[in-house]
């Protein structure tokens, strides 16, 4: 599950795409947040971390936990697993599953941010990733155990951008918390991320320049259509198939001319990466019934397990654009973060509401519940 890449445009501005592939569908919040909006994030056992945002975001979010009757869902419930900022900055959640295992103690006196909230405080504190850097090297981070998976360790790692096409990884590895730079700009999931740049060192031989012809003895072969180029690219969805394939597209997709059809480029681009229902299933009374996010509940519905592109992200770092397609829907719905900065507070809106819709939609979510 989840493919994310950089693609760059003729005058070097930057968007990022990323798609999301789990077995079923999760009840995703769409969310505005104007800067202003507190936050607190809470560890057991340590002194929480208050922050105050800086920036405007935008996120698809899911709940912590269930909601109940006496204590029903609100903002701060809702963790961010990808957004934008109003300076361009993105945040990311993919799939690793093998982060949980011993952690680094850290002293109990010590404020300790929660894996869960490093969306809302990258989104809502930081314009660059070199800020993002400066301060996470002074500020713990654990990972907890999440209520709505069964009590699984956060099984993810973390993927920021920014407008400059600076990208940088969080990952924890069975509890240890490892970053990095990223020069590719690509994330896919396992296994960690350090093996997959080290991978990319066996397709050296990659070009997207079709040789179409050759000679073998006196006979000459020739290619009767395009593409052979990519016919060394691997064809599976496994993680480590598409991290090469995202790494190949990204390099080597056309530089768009203009900001609009740079966005529908990057559409392009991402189409390689959506999966439909039922092309790869797996039956538990098989062995199978693989889930890439641990404690998720299998669909009742089908004797299978099949992972399916939930919805698929296009952001627009310069201009500020979010667009969003969910599994129903074949258009986008596009938020315009400078359009939402006269919002009177937050909005929240339920991504299935995006079902079909098309085009900009920023007067949708600004017309949603304020939170």
């Known amino acids: 599950m989840c493919t994310s890449l950089i693609y760059r445009d003729a005058e070097d501005k930057v968007y990022f795409g990323r798609t999301l592939e789990l077995t079923s569908d999760l009840p995703y919040q769409l969310i ?102 400066t301060a996470l090297a002074s500020q713990p981070v654990m990972l907890e155990a999440l209520a709505l998976l069964g009590g699984v360790e956060s099984p993810f790692h973390y993927v920021v951008h920014d407008a400059a096409g600076d990208a940088f990884v969080i990952e924890f590895n069975e509890g240890q918390m490892t970053t990095y730079d990223n020069p590719v700009g690509v994330m896919t999931n396992g296994p960690e991320f350090s093996w997959h740049l080290t991978n990319l060192n066996n397709y050296t031989f990659l070009t997207n320049v079709d040789r179409s012809s050759a000679t073998f003895g ?6 009767p259509d395009s593409g052979v180029a990519t016919a060394g690219l691997p ?44 092309v790869t299933i797996d039956y538990p009374s098989e062995g199978g019934g693989h889930m890439e996010v641990a404690g998720l509940e299998a669909d009742a519905k089908t004797a ?10 296009l952001s627009d770092l310069d201009r500020k654009q979010f667009h969003l397609r969910t599994y129903r829907s074949l258009n986008y719905a596009s938020f315009d973060l400078k359009a939402l900065a006269d919002a009177d507070g937050p909005r929240v809106l339920p991504l299935g509401h995006l079902d079909g819709q098309a085009g900009d939609s920023t007067d949708l979510l600004k017309a949603a519940k304020a939170a």
């Not at 909006?37 to 929480?48: C, D, I, M, R």
């Not at 957004?83 to 295992?101: A, E, R, V």
């Not at 006196?218 to 290619?223: G, H, I, K, L, R």
């Open 218 to 223: 006196t006979y000459a072969a020739v290619q």
């Open 304 to 313: 299978y397990a099949t992972e399916f592109t939930c919805w698929t992200n």
């Open 235 to 278: 064809a599976s969805n496994t993680s480590v198939g598409r991290f090469v394939r995202a790494a190949f597209y990204s390099q080597y997709t056309e530089k768009a001319d203009t900001p609009d059809l740079a966005v529908q480029t990057l559409a392009h681009i991402m189409n390689n990466f959506d999966r439909p229902r039922g």
């Open 32 to 133: 505005y947040l104007p800067k202003g909006v507190p936050f607190q994030s809470v560890v057991e056992g340590h002194p929480p971390v208050d922050y105050t945002g800086k920036y405007a975001m935008l996120a698809i979010t899911m709940p912590a936990r269930l909601p109940k009757p006496e204590s029903p869902l609100g903002l701060a419930d809702l963790k961010a697993l990808e957004g934008m900022n109003d300076q361009g900055l993105t945040f990311s959640l993919l799939s690793y599953p093998n982060s949980g295992g011993t952690q680094k103690t850290v002293e109990a006196t010590r404020a300790v941010l929660s894996a869960s909230d490093l969306g809302s405080w990258a989104l809502s504190q930081f314009a660059t990733v070199a800020e993002l850097k």
